[in-house]
C-alpha cells in the first residue's frame, strides 16, 4: 500500500511537471494581487507556428486592462537606439567612405532612378509592422505576433506597457553578441542536431510548448557571457516591472518564450518573488478564431494632428509623428499607424534642372513610369494639383488584396512621392482625410525666389535644412542633397 502510495505521488509530480514545461501561458496569482495577470512567451515572427494559440490565450487577452511587452513598439522610431540600429549603418547601406562626395553631389535624377524611387518599399515599415516574407506570405500571419498583441491592446485603448528600458536592452544584446556562440554546442546537442536540423529542433520545441527543452538548447549552445546578457539580466528587469504593474491592473504580457523558462526565468523570478505561477492550456476552438478575427477586423479610431518635415514645405494630418529615417543614402519620411497596420511614407527627390541643361520632369514623364513601377494592379489614376503644383494621383491594389495611395507632386526643386499603405481597405476607405489635407506652405511665387537664390549660391533647399537642425542621434542627419 505505501509503496502505491509513492508511485502515485510521484506519477502526480511527474505529471505536473509535465504540464508545467509545455505551456505558453501562465496565470500570476497571490502576494496580494486583487487580479491574476498573465504571461505568455512569443515568437517574433508572422509564421504560423507562432500563432498556434489556445481559446485561453485570446480570452486572457481581450480580459486584460492592460498590455505589456518587452518595449513598447510607439517608441521605436523617437529612439536614437533603435534608429541607429534600424536604419542606418555600413551593413544598411551607408559607407563613410566618400560621405561627403555623394550627400552634397548635385546629380539630376535620371528617369531609372525616379522608377526606383515610386517602386521602393521601406523594409523597415515591414520590420515594424509586419515582418512578412513575398516568399513566404500564404505561410504567414498579417503581422507577427506580439505586433499582435500590442494592437489588441491599442483597439480596445488598453494601456501599453514596456517591461525594459530600451537604451538599456539594446546595449545588452549588442554586448551579448560579442561572445555569443560556444565553440561547440553540448554533446547531447550535437547528437540530436546530427537527426535533426537546429532551427526545426527548436521550432518543435515550440509547438509542443516545451519551455525546458528551449531553455536547454539555449544552454547548450550559447556561453554564459550570452546568457546573461541576453536573457538572465534583462529577466530580472522585466520581472521587476510586471511585479510593480501587476498591483495597479491585470496585465497580459507577452515577452519572447525564451525569458521564461529556468531557474533564472521570468517564472521562477515571479515565484520567488512570492506569486503562483500557474500554467494554463485549453483546446483551440472555433471561439478563440472568433475573438481573434473580431481583433483583427476592429479598426482604432484615429486623432489626425498636423505633422511635416523640419524645414515645414509641407503639411498633413497624421495619426502619428513623421520620422526622417535614412537609407541608403536618403532620407525617407515615415508615420506608422501601429494599431491599424498601416503607414505613410514621403520621399523627397531632388531635381536639378535649373543648374544643369537637361529638360524638367512633367507628369507625363512620370505617368511613363507608373505601369512597371506601382507594385499590384492600378485602379485609378488623376490628374491633380495643389498650391499650384501639378501631379497624380495614384491608387493601387496589391496582388494580397491590400490597398495603397500615392500622391506625387513636381516642384521646381523636388519631386515629392507621397505614399499610403495598410492591411485590406484600410487605404481606400482612410486616406481622404490624410491626402485632402496636404498643404505646401511654399508656393510656386516662393520657389521662384528659392531658385534665384541657388544662382546666388544662397542654397536653402529643403533637404539641407536637417543639417544644422535638430539632432536626432549626431551624425545621421547630415543628409544632403541626397535626402
Same mark, same amino acid.
Given at each position: 500500500?505505501?509503496?502505491?502510495?509513492?508511485?502515485?505521488?510521484?506519477?502526480?509530480?511527474?505529471?505536473?511537471?509535465?504540464?508545467?514545461?509545455?505551456?505558453?501561458?501562465?496565470?500570476?496569482?497571490?502576494?496580494?494581487?486583487?487580479?491574476?495577470?498573465?504571461?505568455?512567451?512569443?515568437?517574433?515572427?508572422?509564421?504560423?507556428?507562432?500563432?498556434?494559440?489556445?481559446?485561453?490565450?485570446?480570452?486572457?487577452?481581450?480580459?486584460?486592462?492592460?498590455?505589456?511587452?518587452?518595449?513598447?513598439?510607439?517608441?521605436?522610431?523617437?529612439?536614437?537606439?533603435?534608429?541607429?540600429?534600424?536604419?542606418?549603418?555600413?551593413?544598411?547601406?551607408?559607407?563613410?567612405?566618400?560621405?561627403?562626395?555623394?550627400?552634397?553631389?548635385?546629380?539630376?535624377?535620371?528617369?531609372?532612378?525616379?522608377?526606383?524611387?515610386?517602386?521602393?518599399?521601406?523594409?523597415?515599415?515591414?520590420?515594424?509592422?509586419?515582418?512578412?516574407?513575398?516568399?513566404?506570405?500564404?505561410?504567414?500571419?498579417?503581422?507577427?505576433?506580439?505586433?499582435?498583441?500590442?494592437?489588441?491592446?491599442?483597439?480596445?485603448?488598453?494601456?501599453?506597457?514596456?517591461?525594459?528600458?530600451?537604451?538599456?536592452?539594446?546595449?545588452?544584446?549588442?554586448?551579448?553578441?560579442?561572445?555569443?556562440?560556444?565553440?561547440?554546442?553540448?554533446?547531447?546537442?550535437?547528437?540530436?542536431?546530427?537527426?535533426?536540423?537546429?532551427?526545426?529542433?527548436?521550432?518543435?520545441?515550440?509547438?509542443?510548448?516545451?519551455?525546458?527543452?528551449?531553455?536547454?538548447?539555449?544552454?547548450?549552445?550559447?556561453?554564459?557571457?550570452?546568457?546573461?546578457?541576453?536573457?538572465?539580466?534583462?529577466?530580472?528587469?522585466?520581472?521587476?516591472?510586471?511585479?510593480?504593474?501587476?498591483?495597479?491592473?491585470?496585465?497580459?504580457?507577452?515577452?519572447?518564450?525564451?525569458?521564461?523558462?529556468?531557474?533564472?526565468?521570468?517564472?521562477?523570478?515571479?515565484?520567488?518573488?512570492?506569486?503562483?505561477?500557474?500554467?494554463?492550456?485549453?483546446?483551440?476552438?472555433?471561439?478563440?478564431?472568433?475573438?481573434?478575427?473580431? &481583433?483583427?477586423? =476592429?479598426?482604432?479610431?484615429?486623432?489626425?494632428?498636423?505633422? !511635416?518635415?523640419?524645414? @515645414? +514645405?509641407? *503639411?498633413?494630418?497624421?495619426?502619428?509623428?513623421?520620422?526622417?529615417?535614412?537609407?541608403?543614402?536618403?532620407?525617407?519620411?515615415?508615420?506608422?499607424?501601429?494599431?491599424?497596420?498601416?503607414?505613410?511614407?514621403?520621399?523627397?527627390?531632388?531635381?536639378?534642372?535649373?543648374?544643369?541643361?537637361?529638360?524638367?520632369?512633367?507628369?507625363?514623364?512620370?505617368?511613363?513610369?507608373?505601369?512597371?513601377?506601382?507594385?499590384?494592379?492600378?485602379?485609378?489614376?488623376?490628374?491633380?494639383?495643389?498650391?499650384?503644383?501639378?501631379?497624380?494621383?495614384?491608387?493601387?491594389?496589391?496582388?494580397?488584396?491590400?490597398?495603397?495611395?500615392?500622391? &506625387?507632386?513636381? =516642384?521646381?526643386?523636388?519631386?515629392?512621392?507621397?505614399?499610403? !499603405?495598410?492591411?485590406? @481597405? +484600410?487605404? *481606400?476607405?482612410?486616406?481622404?482625410?490624410?491626402?485632402?489635407?496636404?498643404?505646401?506652405?511654399?508656393?510656386?511665387?516662393?520657389?521662384?525666389?528659392?531658385?534665384?537664390?541657388?544662382?546666388?549660391?544662397?542654397?536653402?533647399?529643403?533637404?539641407?535644412?536637417?543639417?544644422?537642425?535638430?539632432?536626432?542621434?549626431?551624425?545621421?542627419?547630415?543628409?544632403?542633397?541626397?535626402?
Amino acid at each position: 500500500m505505501r509503496s502505491y502510495f509513492c508511485l502515485l505521488v510521484y506519477a502526480l509530480a511527474l505529471t505536473a511537471f509535465s504540464q508545467e514545461k509545455n505551456s505558453l501561458l501562465w496565470e500570476i496569482s497571490g502576494n496580494g494581487l486583487e487580479k491574476s495577470s498573465y504571461l505568455y512567451g512569443t515568437m517574433h515572427v508572422s509564421k504560423k507556428i507562432a500563432f498556434r494559440l489556445d481559446d485561453v490565450f485570446y480570452e486572457a487577452l481581450v480580459q486584460s486592462e492592460k498590455v505589456a511587452l518587452e518595449s513598447d513598439p510607439a517608441t521605436w522610431l523617437s529612439s536614437d537606439i533603435n534608429m541607429d540600429n534600424a536604419g542606418y549603418g555600413r551593413e544598411n547601406g551607408f559607407s563613410p567612405k566618400g560621405f561627403y562626395t555623394y550627400s552634397f553631389a548635385v546629380k539630376h535624377p535620371r528617369k531609372e532612378q525616379l522608377a526606383a524611387y515610386l517602386a521602393f518599399e521601406d523594409r523597415l515599415v515591414n520590420n515594424i509592422l509586419y515582418r512578412t516574407s513575398e516568399y513566404s506570405q500564404n505561410f504567414e500571419e498579417e503581422t507577427y505576433l506580439d505586433m499582435f498583441i500590442y494592437q489588441a491592446g491599442s483597439k480596445f485603448d488598453k494601456p501599453v506597457i514596456a517591461l525594459e528600458d530600451l537604451e538599456e536592452s539594446t546595449a545588452l544584446v549588442g554586448r551579448a553578441s560579442l561572445n555569443a556562440m560556444k565553440q561547440k554546442p553540448d554533446e547531447w546537442l550535437q547528437k540530436k542536431m546530427q537527426r535533426q536540423d537546429l532551427t526545426f529542433l527548436m521550432q518543435d520545441a515550440y509547438r509542443e510548448r516545451n519551455i525546458n527543452l528551449l531553455d536547454s538548447i539555449d544552454r547548450a549552445m550559447y556561453t554564459g557571457h550570452y546568457l546573461r546578457n541576453m536573457l538572465y539580466i534583462r529577466n530580472e528587469n522585466m520581472a521587476r516591472s510586471l511585479d510593480s504593474v501587476m498591483r495597479t491592473a491585470k496585465v497580459f504580457a507577452g515577452i519572447g518564450a525564451a525569458h521564461l523558462p529556468g531557474e533564472l526565468g521570468v517564472i521562477s523570478l515571479l515565484r520567488k518573488r512570492g506569486y503562483t505561477v500557474n500554467p494554463l492550456v485549453s483546446p483551440a476552438t472555433s471561439k478563440g478564431q472568433q475573438i481573434k478575427e473580431t &481583433i483583427e477586423t =476592429t479598426r482604432r479610431v484615429n486623432s489626425y494632428t498636423p505633422q !511635416g518635415p523640419d524645414d @515645414d +514645405f509641407f *503639411s498633413i494630418l497624421l495619426p502619428s509623428p513623421l520620422y526622417p529615417v535614412a537609407e541608403y543614402g536618403h532620407t525617407t519620411y515615415l508615420s506608422p499607424d501601429l494599431a491599424n497596420g498601416s503607414y505613410f511614407m514621403v520621399n523627397r527627390v531632388p531635381v536639378y534642372s535649373f543648374l544643369k541643361k537637361v529638360p524638367a520632369y512633367n507628369p507625363d514623364d512620370i505617368d511613363e513610369l507608373l505601369f512597371e513601377n506601382i507594385p499590384g494592379n492600378i485602379l485609378q489614376k488623376t490628374r491633380i494639383s495643389n498650391s499650384g503644383f501639378e501631379g497624380l494621383d495614384i491608387r493601387n491594389q496589391l496582388k494580397n488584396g491590400d490597398h495603397q495611395r500615392y500622391q &506625387i507632386y513636381i =516642384t521646381p526643386l523636388e519631386i515629392l512621392i507621397f505614399k499610403m !499603405g495598410g492591411e485590406g @481597405d +484600410f487605404v *481606400s476607405v482612410q486616406s481622404d482625410t490624410v491626402f485632402n489635407s496636404l498643404k505646401f506652405r511654399n508656393t510656386p511665387q516662393n520657389s521662384v525666389l528659392l531658385t534665384s537664390a541657388y544662382n546666388d549660391f544662397e542654397i536653402s533647399m529643403p533637404s539641407l535644412h536637417t543639417f544644422s537642425n535638430r539632432n536626432r542621434g549626431g551624425s545621421r542627419n547630415l543628409e544632403g542633397y541626397d535626402s
